[in-house]
Every structure is written in C-alpha cells, then in structure tokens.
T-cell receptor
Framework: EADIYQTPRYLVIGTGKKITLECSQT?????MYWYQQDPGMELHLIHY???????EKGDLSSESTVSRIRTEHFPLTLESARPSHTSQYLC??????????????FGPGTRLTVL | KQEVTQIPAALSVPEGENLVLNCSFT??????LQWFRQDPGKGLTSLLL?????REQTSGRLNASLDKSSGRSTLYIAASQPGDSATYLC??????????FGTGTRLKVLA
C-alpha cells in the first residue's frame, strides 16, 4: 500500500502570491519526484531528489523550487504564482533497489489554478 | 535520448472484449518498465512492474510483457469492464534513475 500524501488537493490563488505544495511519504523512500501535467497531456518531470539535501532540476524548465530537509518531506514552492503555472502537480517516490525493483508510487495530485 | 511512445492514443471498445495496449521505447538500457492507470484529475495508480530481466507480469485480468531487445511492452486486459475506462501510461526507468513516461492510451469501455 502506497502512502504518499499531497496537500492541498485543490488551490485557487491570485497572481503574485507565494505558494507551497506539500508532499509527504511514510515509506522511507529515498527518491522523490515532482511532475507537472496539463489536462490530457503527458507528465513532465520538473524536480527530483535522490535523498536528503539532494535536489535536481528535471527535464521541463520550471520557475518553482524544492527542498529536501527530511527524507519523508519534499515541498515545492512558487515564489510568485502566474496564470501559466495553472496545472496539476504530481508528487511521487521510489526506493533505491538493485535489480530494477524500483516501483514508483504517486500521490493524488494538487490541482493549481492561478487567476 | 530515451523516448517512449504509446499506441493507440485512444481506444473505445464494447464491454467484454480482450484488448492490447502498446508501449515502445528507443533505448533498451532500462532498469524496469511500469504500467500505470490514471483516472481523470487524479494521480497515477501502479498496475504492474516488469524488471528488465523479466518477460512478463500478471495481476488479475492484466498481463504485461516486456521485450527489451525490440523495445516493446504490451498490456493485455482480459474481459474489459466499464470500470477499466481510464488513461493507461507506461514508464521506463532509465539508467539515470529518472522515469520516462509515454503519452498514454485513453481507454473507454462501453457498457
């Protein structure tokens, strides 16, 4: 059973506001990921982390930032939200294992609307 | 650069049919391939994981196969039901430990 949580589930906010999307997992996974997905479109990796104090930018350029101070927590922050940030944000985690057993689990997502 | 393609992009079938969804990838140097289901506006639910050394995995009415040498995987759904309607995504875990996703197949099973 995957235990990965995202809050809030839905957020409507005005332009210029600072927001933080929360993601937590209770599985002790070392790897965590943030994806952005527009409706009906493919997932784009925007940030990932291989462990505490490790963060990397993904394949899609994003104005957001992330931090990984604790294993279980991987928050994403937008300093100044814009309408172009309107999208669904999905958090995921996986465990490092040799041999290809790295199953990725997803949270329920945060749907962000910036007015 | 690893690219993942899924065919067809959309599929509509009557209830009870057996169906096959296809996933192809360009670089065979992968750790595993994972099939997911996504309902509208929701996160992804893991269905099956096939390690690179395996040929297939089964879970209930689902069977996934992997042919690494040809860069292909198929997801077989037996006796489809309206509740199977969703978008199905495949993803490969590259040697960089990043997951590369396909664009998905939108499945609609008609009652």
């Amino acid at each position: 059973e995957a235990d990965i949580y995202q809050t809030p589930r839905y957020l409507v906010i005005g332009t210029g506001k600072k927001i933080t999307l929360e993601c937590s997992q209770t599985m002790g996974h070392d790897k965590m990921y943030w994806y952005q997905q527009d409706p009906g479109m493919e997932l784009h990796l925007i940030h990932y982390s291989y462990g505490v104090n490790s963060t990397e930018k993904g394949d899609l350029s994003s104005e957001s930032t992330v931090s990984r101070i604790r294993t279980e927590h991987f928050p994403l922050t937008l300093e100044s939200a814009r309408p172009s940030h309107t999208s669904q944000y999905l958090c995921a985690s996986s465990e490092f294992r040799q041999g290809g057993q790295n199953e990725q689990f997803f949270g329920p997502g945060t749907r962000l609307t910036v007015l | 650069k690893q690219e993942v393609t899924q065919i067809p992009a959309a599929l509509s079938v009557p209830e009870g049919e057996n169906l096959v969804l296809n996933c192809s990838f360009t670089d065979s140097a992968i750790y595993n391939l994972q099939w997911f289901r996504q309902d509208p506006g929701k996160g992804l639910t893991s269905l099956l994981l096939i390690q690179s050394s395996q040929r297939e995995q089964t879970s209930g009415r689902l069977n996934a196969s992997l042919d690494k040498s040809s860069g292909r995987s198929t997801l077989y759904i037996a006796a489809s039901q309206p509740g199977d309607s969703a978008t199905y995504l495949c993803a490969v875990l590259a040697r960089t430990y990043k997951y590369i996703f396909g664009t998905g197949t939108r499945l609609k099973v008609l009652a």
